[in-house]
């Protein structure tokens, strides 16, 4: 009877071992951790804030790239060749001198014949200013210095259209003619040419007359 006491006493002991060691264990928040964290938290002064490394600024995107373009100067007779190549070493433009034919050279050209002076032919731009004729350039070139210019063109049926124009708005003393027929004309073929500076050589009809800024494919 004793050896079944022991024995039950014993099962019990060992059933109560084992429900103990499967039971989960608490897990258990360390306080003083937390509390010694929040000890370290502090608000920053404004110099410590300013002394903090800051985000990158953003770059700044590059400009683009001025946009250039190939064209054609002319045609030159053989005494303006050199004046042109002048201009376009001062731009710094790379060129080609480029011998062109006479019936691809001729021109035609409105105009005024030159006039006495400087002031007759500014007096007379204002003149055709008041009648509604507002292209109007007096040339500098000394072969024809102080006439007046109204248009220089390939296709002579522009410039007879024009001719009638200046006509109805009063003005008779514009003539057509011929330009670029005479034997030696030449083109320079002109590339990578800023917008800018297209403009600036487009300027100067008034130092050759006859010649034409042209836009061409690049080769």
């Given at each position: 009877?004793?050896?079944?006491?022991?024995?039950?006493?014993?099962?019990?002991?060992v059933i109560l071992g084992y429900f103990m060691l499967n039971q989960p264990r608490p897990i258990v928040i360390g306080g003083a951790h937390q509390a010694m964290q929040a000890d370290k938290l502090r608000?920053?002064?404004?110099?410590?804030?300013?002394?903090?490394?800051?985000?990158?600024a953003p770059v700044?995107?590059?400009?683009?790239?001025?946009?250039?373009?190939?064209?054609e100067w002319g045609s030159f007779a053989a005494g303006s060749i050199a004046r042109a190549k002048s201009i376009l070493d001062k731009f710094s433009l790379e060129s080609v001198l480029r011998k062109?034919?006479?019936?691809?050279?001729?021109?035609?050209?409105?105009?005024?014949?030159p006039l006495a002076d400087a002031?007759?032919?500014?007096a007379k731009v204002d003149e055709l200013h008041g009648l509604g004729v507002a292209d109007a350039l007096i040339i500098a070139e000394p072969q024809w210095r102080n006439a007046i210019s109204f248009g220089v063109f390939k296709d002579e049926k522009l410039a007879t259209k024009l001719l009638a124009d200046l006509r109805t708005h009063g003005v008779h003393s514009a003539v057509k003619?011929?330009?670029?027929?005479?034997?030696?004309?030449?083109?320079?073929?002109?590339?990578?040419?800023?917008?800018?500076?297209?403009?600036?050589?487009d300027k100067l009809k008034?130092?050759?007359?006859?010649?034409?800024?042209?836009?061409?494919?690049?080769?």
């Open positions: 009877m004793k050896l079944l006491v022991w024995l039950l006493l014993l099962l019990n002991v608000i920053l002064t404004e110099d410590e804030l300013a002394a903090m490394p800051k985000n990158p700044a995107a590059a400009p683009a790239p001025d946009q250039t373009a190939c064209y062109t034919a006479s019936q691809d050279a001729t021109r035609y050209w409105v105009y005024i014949p002031q007759k032919a500014q003619g011929v330009r670029n027929r005479d034997a030696g004309q030449a083109s320079f073929l002109i590339r990578d040419v800023p917008q800018a500076v297209a403009g600036e050589i008034a130092d050759f007359p006859g010649s034409e800024l042209s836009k061409v494919p690049c080769q």
